[in-house]
């Protein structure tokens, strides 16, 4: 470790790796610049916001064999929202990034690949590139800018400094393509990872989040609508884009006061089973309802799907449909094949099929979002199942993302929920189809029981069609009362 004085505060100033050429002091914030045996001050570098990340300066764990410590960090924002990249050092002396996209993990090191690389703007989302010696397909593709940054890093980053990058996957593995210093990129090789098998310590625990959240807007939990002056729950540093329930506007959370991005029009009082805000306790851990969203096909059918947080377990989804609820995960790990237009992918040794194909159009949103969503946005929808699992491929011009869904039962929804759930849901609605099952069963029985009468034409099968005509008219009756 060298340690050398900040230029513009004085205050000691730590580089961990012999690589490392800068880092921001964490006094003055200054970005101090390591050139041979000097060291210069390039003015100052925003503070990160303090967001839901349980990683910090100083968390280590292993990853494979190698051993690993967090020393820097930058905070990148693009359109649809911002990330985390943590630079960490690894036991042997070299470097590599832990990415940390809204609980979505990914560790990379800087790998030597041959050309011929794809240019940045011939880059498609879902379909399938040649890197190297393996085939990836592109997940998707970012021009970001850099707004804040911490520690050690291993190059001059500072405001404003944007990136060009773009993601490829393949199963677990994970490659990203930096276009930013040309047309020829850097790549970046690792895999997907979920962060308790690194075996992190030093970890933020669930009430340095809470309490540290939101630090750059001033711990604000309640934000006034700036378009209609609506009060607006969200939890800080959980989300950066804002749905004001009110008017609908669209507002950008991510900087110390919120600015509308799109006026709104009014929208309809929509009441949800789940009301924003609602809490419960999932596996031990408390949950929030922060976001909601209606949502629609290609033939009109709706449903709704609520994004649910967890300080400790990130966010999931659990989505209201005509045929009951269901919990949905964005996979960190894709099928193979990863692109949606096959007939079947496998995942885990599972095999799953192709059932639907749709866009699926936002027609309401309201809450906090760790990404924009806006009133109008579509996505290709290619959905694959095997039991009562689903796997659903979701595209845009700039992103693929997978998913996995399996069924909850209602009961369980009221059991994490209590009081906080409205309505009686889908739940109540596979009530017709029993009444269906017994009705088909009753008539076969029947049927089987009036072969021998066909044969004889007298009072007994007149007094037998009656009969039928009797049990058959009430309950068609009432079963069109249940629909």
Known sequence: MQTVSCPSCGAPV?????????????????????????????GKISAVLEDFSPIQIGTAGIHGTRGFTVVGRIQLRYAQGLWNEWYVLFDDGSGGWLGDSSGLYTMTTVRAVAPPLPDFHELVPGQSYQIGAERYTAAEKREAECIGGEGELPFRVGDGWSIRVADLR?????????????????VYSGQAVLLPLLRCQLLRDDDQIKASTG????????LDCPSCGSTINYIPGAAAKLVCPGCGSALDAAGPEATVLAAGEAVAQVTNTLALGATATIAGSAHTVIGTMLRTDD?????????????????FWLVETDDG??????????????????NSVKLDHHVYTKRYDYTATVRYAAGAFNWRV??????RVSEFESG?????????????TWSRSTPVAFDQIKAWFGADVTGSGPAAKPAASLLDSQMKFVWWILGLNAIPLLFNFGDSFILTVIALVALFYPASYFQGDEK
């Not at 580089?15 to 210069?40: E, L, N, Y």
């Not at 996979?331 to 237009?341: K, Q, V, Y």
Request: aromatic fraction near 12%.
């Open 14 to 42: 730590d580089f961990r790796s012999h690589a490392s050429v800068m880092a921001v002091c964490g006094f003055c914030r200054a970005a101090v610049i390591k050139d041979a045996d000097a060291v210069k001050d390039l």
């Open 170 to 186: 393949s199963g677990e593995q994970f490659i990203t393509l930096d276009y930013t210093d040309g047309a020829i990129p850097l």
């Open 215 to 222: 630090k750059y807007r001033g711990r604000l939990d309640v």
């Open 299 to 315: 033939e009109g059918t709706e449903w709704t799907e609520y994004l649910v947080y967890g300080a400790r377990t990130g966010f």
């Open 325 to 342: 609820w269901f919990r949905a995960a964005v996979l960190p790990g894709w099928p193979d094949p990863a692109a949606p237009g096959a």
């Open 374 to 379: 806006a009133v109008g946005d579509q996505v």
């Open 388 to 400: 009562q699992t689903s796997l659903a491929a979701e595209m845009t011009a700039q992103e693929l």
